[in-house]
């Protein structure tokens, strides 16, 4: 019971040791580095914890609410942890031309998120993308690297099912 909860303290631990590491890294404050320094952090942690954000917040001497409304500016930024299925959805212009917009209002239908988003259950993320270049192979999604091209909306409900199935197989063999 001891370790099972001592676990994600120890994790959190590591986690902050590698943000101070890597802020070392960057010994002129402000301004100028915060987007390098948010892609190192998201790069590091997978996204921008709220306890990154004030440890960059405070490094930099920068508020962190002027860290929020400038890191929400860009797509390439995530506040929350990705799924255990993370889905990136490419929004270039030829998956545009052949309906990339109906296949993400169905993919935020299905799952009940909007882009950007985890599923409360933490098996699904959602992610917008610009070109992955496959655009002879549009519209195209991936999911945690797997491409899936050509996706159409039934073929949305399918991958999905066959990912829910999946996971309720692997819990089955617990
Ligand atoms: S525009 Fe979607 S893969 Fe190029």
Redesign the pocket.
């Known amino acids: 019971m001891i370790a099972y909860f001592s676990a994600p303290h120890k994790e959190s631990t590591m986690m902050h040791d590698a943000i101070d590491r890597l802020l070392e890294r960057f010994p002129s404050k402000g301004k100028e580095c915060l987007i390098q320094v948010l892609q190192e952090v998201q790069e590091l942690e997978g996204y921008l914890s709220d306890q990154s954000i004030r440890k960059v917040s405070e490094y930099l001497t920068i508020p962190a609410s002027r860290i929020y409304s400038i890191a929400t500016f860009y797509d390439q930024f995530r506040f929350t942890p990705q799924g255990r299925y993370h889905i990136r959805i ?7 031309v052949l309906g ?1 917009s109906t296949i993400l209002a169905e993919l935020e239908k299905q799952l009940g998120i909007t882009a950007g988003n985890t599923t409360r259950s933490g098996m699904f993320s959602l992610e917008v993308v ?6 002879s ?4 999604i991936s999911i945690n690297g797997t491409f899936y091209d050509h996706v159409t909306l039934a073929k949305i409900r399918d991958i999905l099912l066959l990912y829910r199935n999946r996971e309720e197989g692997e819990n089955g063999r617990d």
């Open positions: 490419c929004r270039g212009t030829a998956c545009h990339s610009s070109c992955m270049g496959a655009c192979l549009s519209p195209v």
